[in-house]
């Protein structure tokens, strides 16, 4: 696996609830973002994001990724009022407040008025789906990604798979045989595209993991590391296997992530076995051994030299 992918992957990020509507006339909705991010995907129309920092004019085919949980409104107009979601739950049950139709005995004799303002009525259509982050430590990927990404249709070349993908999405909103299974995929799919097109279309910095991805030979190592973090892996090994020597990869390693290999290596183990830790069914000497320490003892030690204590299972009730 790709270091992105493993990187998405281990985020664990669920997506839990889907929602297309169809809005006319004004509208204006928050939505609660404490713990989650998510899509906000305009398949019909135009609409506007308003967060705290900016407004952002969304078109037909523009995705708007939120990462980092940033509270934000979705609206008809810059200046439209919203009404607070408690979550995106009520997006699915709520009535949004249409302008009354002319009465009908009027409308005969302003019939051409009448068809005048039908033209003028905007129907906007939204898919949100949202991603529940777990608790725990976030990967620092994505605390260096921006709070808000916004994917624009017109800059997204005709047949890229983004607008296939969102075409695929709409059309299994629309569906109910075995649709569930269908939408996690194709969610997960716009999730790793969306994040691949925004490092592809952004300069990155010289170091940090978002600027890990200029550098090919740092990449390279961290995939063989990360495919087999048991492996009693050596910096002149991993030189050897990416054509470097050990000074220049020591040198670009530490550059990008401001650690040297082997403690990278380390805290990549522990991180393992924290999570297996919390596992009832897995004694610490067994959660060792697969992360790749000889013994429990050593495995303990290294744990409390990180984290400053010992590790404990979690109790359970």
């Known amino acids: 696996m790709d270091l992105l992918s493993e990187i998405l992957n281990q ?12 809005l006319t006339r004004n509208w204006g909705y928050r939505f609660p973002c404490e713990r989650s991010g998510g899509f906000h995907i305009v398949t019909m129309g135009s609409c506007y994001a308003r967060t705290d920092k900016e407004i ?8 708007l990724f939120i990462v980092k949980g940033v509270h934000h409104d979705l609206v008809s107009s810059p200046k439209e009022r919203v009404v607070p979601l408690r979550d995106i739950n009520d997006l699915k049950n709520s009535k949004f407040i249409r302008q009354a139709s002319l009465d009908e005995s009027n409308k005969n004799s302003i019939n051409k008025k009448n068809s005048s303002l039908d033209k003028q009525i905007v129907t ?65 799919i716009l999730l790793y595209y969306t994040i691949r097109r925004w490092l592809e279309s952004n ?14 030979k740092v990449i390279a190592v961290l995939e063989l590391i990360h495919k087999d973090s048991t492996h009693n892996w050596t910096i002149e090994s991993l030189a050897n296997s990416v054509g470097l020597s050990r000074a220049s990869l020591a040198f670009r390693f530490k550059k990008s992530l401001g650690i040297t290999i082997n403690d990278y290596i380390v805290k990549l183990k522990l991180e393992k076995g924290k999570n297996l830790i919390h596992d009832s069914e897995i004694s610490l000497e067994e959660v060792s051994r697969r992360v790749g320490y ?16 010992a590790p404990r299972k979690r109790k359970v009730s």
């Open 124 to 188: 906007t259509s939204i898919v949100s789906i949202r991603y529940e982050v777990p608790d725990g430590s976030i990967h620092p990927f994505f605390l260096e990604l921006p709070s808000i990404i916004h994917v624009k249709s017109k800059e997204i070349s005709f047949g890229h798979p983004i607008h296939t993908t969102i075409e695929m999405i709409s059309q299994e909103m629309e569906s109910s045989v075995g649709s569930d299974l269908i939408l996690q995929r194709l969610t997960d």
């Open 11 to 22: 985020a664990n990020w669920k997506n839990d609830l889907l929602v297309k509507r169809t």
């Open 294 to 309: 000889s013994s429990a003892f050593a495995f303990s030690k290294a744990y409390k030299r990180i984290y400053g204590q």
């Open 56 to 63: 952002i004019t969304l078109e037909r085919g523009d995705i």
């Open 203 to 216: 300069p990155y910095p010289e170091s940090g993991w978002v600027g890990v991805f200029r550098d090919e």
